[in-house]
Nanobody, 114 residues
Framework: QVQIVESGGGLVQYGGSLRLSCAAS????????MAWFRQAPGNQRELVAS???????NYRDSVKGRFTIFRDKGKNTMYLQMDNLKPEDTAVYYC????????WGQGTQVTVSS
């Protein structure tokens, strides 16, 4: 069994910053790929950024240059630093860990006011 715990969402003004955190724990060994997804009302869940077990990163075009995904070395803990936030970033953000299968956190709300 795997537990995914997220934290760090909240309300921020246009141009502000937030940092999301995610920790995966449970009955598994090794370092695994992780990612952040988001889902706005009426929209499908979309990939925001991903990081491999080796630290390689990938971002959706709309967040490049504003968001940074990183992880603690040798651990299944991951962060998403979000700068220069825009109202269109408003969504529930979900942590994903691919440990054999996809595991998901409960989601954390990010709201950016204009």
């Amino acid at each position: 069994q795997v537990q995914i715990v997220e934290s760090g969402g909240g309300l921020v003004q246009y141009g502000g910053s937030l940092r999301l955190s995610c920790a995966a724990s449970g009955s598994f060994l090794g370092i695994w790929p992780m990612a952040w997804f988001r889902q706005a009302p009426g929209n499908q869940r979309e990939l925001v950024a991903s990081i491999s077990s080796g630290g390689s990163t990938n971002y959706r075009d709309s967040v490049k240059g504003r968001f940074t995904i990183f992880r603690d070395k040798g651990k299944n803990t991951m962060y998403l630093q979000m700068d220069n936030l825009k109202p269109e970033d408003t969504a529930v953000y979900y942590c994903n860990a691919h440990i054999g299968v996809d595991w998901w956190g409960q989601g954390t709300q990010v709201t950016v006011s204009s």
